[in-house]
């Protein structure tokens, strides 16, 4: 089966980007505190934009991507999750990246065990991870949230990063 292109949680609406999409995401990319353990800076418009522009082009290319996550209360984007394998990973992830006005209120861990279940369904052979940096403490008790282990540290362009890997089950299933 195909990954979807759009899925619903509780909360949530995970879908393909729009152009329109660029700005929320533009409150995530230019907040250093939110980009300090991927990019380690704060983007421009013209990066968040590119930025953007690549998670589309990774649904080419690979035949999966991130998706933007819209509140359905309120039809804002507020960030992105999906699957993500770039060239230089070491494995298909599971990413995600919140604005910081959405922190703390459970939208990453419900859009994150949607992306589990869509791909258990969908994608069932790929081994995905999060290839999180050892110093992001909030996205290590997110993985742990969602069930996945840390399998092993390695270094990666120039810091110390951490392999957590997702169960190949939902949580609860036996």
């Given at each position: ?6 899925f ?7 879908r ?5 999409d ?6 995530h ?23 953007m ?63 589990q ?10 081994n ?39 169960p ?7």
């Amino acid at each position: 089966m195909p990954v979807l292109l759009q899925f619903e949680t509780p909360r949530l609406i995970l879908r393909q980007f729009t152009d329109a999409d660029w700005p929320a995401l533009h409150a995530h990319y230019s907040d250093l505190e939110c980009t300090q353990f991927t990019f380690r800076r704060a983007l421009s418009e013209g990066e968040s934009w590119r930025a953007m522009s690549s998670m589309l082009g990774h649904w080419v290319l690979r035949g999966y991507g991130p998706y933007a996550i819209e509140e359905k209360a309120t039809g804002l984007v507020l960030g992105t999750a999906g699957l993500w394998y770039p060239n230089d990973w070491p494995a298909p992830e599971i990413k995600w990246a919140l604005s910081r006005a959405y922190w703390g209120q459970g939208f990453a861990s419900e859009a994150v065990r949607g992306i589990q279940a869509m791909a258990l369904e969908c994608v069932p052979d790929l081994n995905l991870i999060s290839f999180i940096h050892s110093d992001n403490a909030p996205s290590i008790q997110l993985a742990q949230a969602v069930g996945a282990t840390l399998e092993k540290k390695v270094e990666f362009r120039g810091g110390q990063w951490q392999i957590y890997r997702h169960p190949k089950q939902r949580l609860g299933d036996d």
